[in-house]
């Protein structure tokens, strides 16, 4: 089963990372409050990218190398950079 990294754009320009099996299903947990703390009080929020991945454990290796990149990074891999790793 295939998941999924992305990241979201806050209402406060922030971006948030997370992994999915289903990232629109997970995006409406977290526009209703049901998502992460972090974006709780902080609509609108939108996908900026997305990236498959073959299995769960491979994607949170992923969200963690995409977490420990600055903002500029994540803007340059959102925005078609190069693949940070």
Not at 12 to 40: F, P
Not at 42 to 52: A, D, H, K, N
Request: proline share 2%; aromatic share 8%; with cysteine.
């Amino acid at each position: 089963m295939s998941y999924w990294l992305y990241i979201l754009r806050c209402g406060d320009n922030t971006l948030y990372t997370g992994i999915a099996a289903d990232v629109d299903k997970r995006l409406e947990l977290h526009r209703s409050g049901k998502g992460a703390k972090y974006t709780r009080g902080r609509s609108p929020l939108t996908v900026v990218y997305r990236e498959e991945l073959p299995d769960k454990s491979a994607a949170l290796r992923r969200e963690l190398a995409v977490k420990k990149l600055t903002r500029e990074e994540k803007l340059a891999l959102i925005h078609g950079g190069s693949q940070f790793t």
